[in-house]
Structure formats: C-alpha cells, structure tokens
C-alpha cells in the first residue's frame, strides 16, 4: 500500500503528482497498490493553495509499504510535529521505503532519519538546509537520491519523477514507461539529473531572444554560429551580438553551448544512447570536444554522469 503523508499548508502537487503516477500505474499492473492519504489528524487538510483533501488518520496506516511525505510552506510547522515526527521514524525504523518532496525532506531531517545519508530537495533551499542539518549529505543539484529505503526529491514535478522510479522498481520498466506516457510527460528524467534549466539561467530568458534561444535548442544539430543566430534575429551580427550580451548576461556562443551541454547530459543520463551520437546530434560533433565541455561544466567525463545517474 502506498500511504502519502500530508499536513496544514502542503503543496498540493508534492501529493498529487506521486498520487496519479501510481493511480495510473495500478491501471496497468497485474497487482495494484491501493493509495491513502494521511494526515495527524484526520478529516479535510487544505493544502497551501487552499485546496483540501480528505484523509485519513495515521493510524489507519496498517500495511504501508511505501509513504511518501509532501513538501510545502506548512512544513515549517510540521517540523515541530511530535505525531509527525515520530511517525516518519517509526516507519524508517520498520524499513519501510520512504520518500519525501521537495521540502518534505526537512521533516525526515528533523526525524533524524537522514543522518549520514545522502539526500535533496528543492535548490532555493539549499543554503538553509545545510545549516541546518550539516550532517546529511545534501546533493543539491539532483532531481532525486535514493540512500537505502529512504528516497528524496526536489521541488514538486521531481515528486513525479521520484514516482515513476518507484513504479519501475516495483512493476518494471515497462508499465513505467507507459504510465509516463499516459501522463503525456516529455520523457523521464533519471535522479541523477541537474534541477537547473540553462534557459532559466539567463537573466532574461523570456525576452526578445527567447523565442530565439527555444529554437537554438531544438535545432542543435545545425553549427548556431553568431551569424547564423544574428540572421535567424533579423539583425546584424555586431548589433546582435552587443544587445545579446546585455539582455541575457553572457555571449551567443556561451549561451549554445550551455544548451548543448544541457540536451546532451539529459540524453547521456536518461538513454543508453551511444556518447558519439549524442556529440553529433547536439552539435559537438566530435566525442572529445563534448567530453571537454562536460569537465569543464560538472567536472567529469559523460560516462561518469551516465554511470552516477543509473546509480542514483
């Protein structure tokens, strides 16, 4: 049975999205886990949006194999949950696998069940989660950790991909890859992958050149020289050039290697794909020069990246 914990103030995707994974997944497995939601007290909880959902009692819990323990702004009080904080325990204790969104994980820290363990949440918590809790070892870039039993994630949609690892783990790669796809999601992300967009990293990624810098990415494979861009822009390459760098804070060839390092590592963490391949298909063309651009980035070859990421 799959029991998602939640609290006064949850972020109501943190529950929902782990929730419909599975509800999809049991359409298609032979033998479904059932679902509960679980709150301290029992009865209607409303959610940081004001939305409520209805949940049971923690002590209806019975045989849980799997709780998973949502994020949201009401974890500051959850925190200091005695009933919640026991419960976390008392579950880890029992071996059960456990899994927290997003800034759910402050609550299995506060637990102490993150102790010495490898663990994430969501990236703008970082900082003081870390002073907070110096003796987990926080992996602040990772879309999700699994140490053991107890599982991590980070902010909200990473809950979805936490799930759909868990439903491959339990039915297999195949009802997972189905449920992601009854979910219309893109593709699946490995827990291995950065939390960060390079699109988002620009300082104004929405501006006049967004449009631009979409479709640079999805068109790699084509050389995106400063030319190529200035033309695709309507404007001369000097003056596209200068206002590039003042719109977004870094020069045109900066920005598409960023997006090239960004589409290759989702591809070389997430696929079996051939590492040439996918140097050729994001544009590096040569295998050697996509390797450099990965040290440079994140301090290790593509092979490294692929290997940690079918490790997390």
């Given at each position: ?72 702004e ?14 976390v ?10 899994a ?5 994980a ?140 003042a719109?977004?804070?870094t ?62």
């Amino acid at each position: 049975m799959i029991g998602v914990l939640v609290f006064p103030g949850f972020q109501l995707l943190d529950a929902a999205g782990p929730i419909s994974a599975f509800e999809v997944a049991g359409r298609l497995a032979p033998k479904p886990s059932a679902i509960k939601l679980l709150a301290v007290k029992p009865g209607a909880v409303k959610s940081s949006s004001g939305v409520e959902m209805v949940a049971r009692g923690i002590r209806s819990s019975g045989a849980i194999s799997t709780l998973i323990v949502a994020g949201g702004e009401g974890v500051r009080a959850a925190v200091r949950c005695r009933k919640t904080l026991a419960f976390v325990r008392a579950m880890a204790e029992r071996d059960v696998r456990i899994a927290s969104v997003c800034s759910g994980a402050y609550i299995f820290a506060e637990a102490g069940v993150l102790d010495g363990r490898r663990a994430t949440t969501h990236w703008q918590r970082t900082r003081d989660f870390l002073a907070r809790y110096p003796d987990v070892k926080l992996e602040s870039d990772k879309i999700f950790v699994r140490d053991g039993n107890v599982w991590t994630s980070a902010g909200i949609t990473a809950g979805i991909d936490l799930a759909l690892a868990m439903i491959t783990e339990d039915f297999g790669e195949d009802i997972a890859r189905e449920t992601a796809r009854q979910l219309v999601l893109y593709h699946r992300r490995s827990g291995g992958q950065s939390q960060f967009s390079s699109l988002l990293e620009l300082k104004t990624p929405a501006g006049r050149f967004g449009p631009l810098l979409s479709w640079a990415r999805e068109n790699l494979d084509q050389p995106l020289r400063v030319e190529d861009l200035a033309e695709r822009a309507s404007m001369s390459s000097r003056h596209f050039a200068r206002a590039f760098i003042a719109e977004t804070g870094t020069t045109p060839s900066k920005a598409v290697e960023r997006l090239r390092i960004e589409v290759a590592r989702e591809r070389v963490q997430s696929s079996a794909e051939a590492i040439e391949r996918v140097a050729l298909s994001t544009g590096f063309g040569d295998p050697e020069r996509m390797r450099r651009a990965f040290i440079r980035a994140f301090g290790q070859p593509p092979q490294s990246l692929r290997r940690a990421a079918r490790a997390g």
